[in-house]
């Protein structure tokens, strides 16, 4: 009974979260069933970066922007995710309060910031603070919601991607983005934010379990259109061993769980 009600959780969770969004590459049609000889099946290549882009640029900006809002316009399952992710940004905000470091007036480097969720609040602690998304969308949407407070200058939004980021930044952030990288990807692109880190790195990312596995296949059987990118967990021992080889130690750890939201947080900091 519990494995099936966990099951059905799931299944329910894929109609509006990209967390349990199975990887559904698009096959070339197979020939007739008619030919003599039929043609193997074969994979699409996928950009992922490209479909990130252009799902956070349309119909995953409208969605994600009412989910990191005050908006009535959402679910149950989209309150869920809301409160998960603010519990993750929440956590940030009280490991950087407690050092005084944005309070200090350090740099900051929030790479894949959507909205504006947790540059916005670091600059409102005194923080300088670069923000960055792939996405235009978000990006001008995070402009706008500091243009609306008094922050004087102390946040800058712009558009561009992980790898394209440069400088030097006493701490760099990276929240909820590390699920739109596959694997074999993940670890360049934890060095590069790494390079541009001089003292500490913190992370968040959708962490591998059989369990969490288990569950994201179960919600790949849910009926219905995709509405979210590829979304892809990650080995913790795998994140962890990209920050030491670049060196860093991880310092803290904390988990957050909601019922459609997991997202395991990192706080490394550089040796």
Known sequence: MAAMKAAMVVIMATQAHAFF????????????????????????????????????????????????????????????????????????????????????????????????????PLAQ?????????ISEAMANEGAARAANMDLKGSVTFETADLESLNGSYDTVTCIDVLI?????????????????????????FAPFTPFYAALKFVGSLAPGPSKATRAYLHVESDVVAALEKRGFKVKRSEMTATNFYFSRLLEAVKE
């Open 21 to 120: 969004q199975a990887p559904s590459l698009p096959l070339r049609r197979a020939s007739s069933v008619l030919a003599p000889r039929a043609r193997p099946f074969r994979m699409a290549v996928v950009d992922d970066k490209k479909e990130v882009k252009e799902y956070f640029n349309n119909e995953g900006f409208n969605r994600w922007s009412k989910i990191y809002s005050e908006s009535d316009d959402v679910n149950a399952v989209q309150k869920f995710i809301r409160s998960g992710h603010q519990q993750t940004i929440d956590k940030v905000l009280a490991w950087i309060q407690e050092d005084g470091s944005a309070a200090n007036g350090q740099t900051f480097c929030d790479a894949g910031c959507g909205v504006g969720s947790l540059a916005i």
């Open 125 to 133: 602690m005194g923080a300088k603070v670069r923000a960055s998304d």
């Open 180 to 204: 739109h990288y596959p694997t074999e990807k993940m670890d360049s692109m934890v060095g590069h934010l790494c390079d541009i880190a001089s003292k500490r790195f913190i992370i968040s």
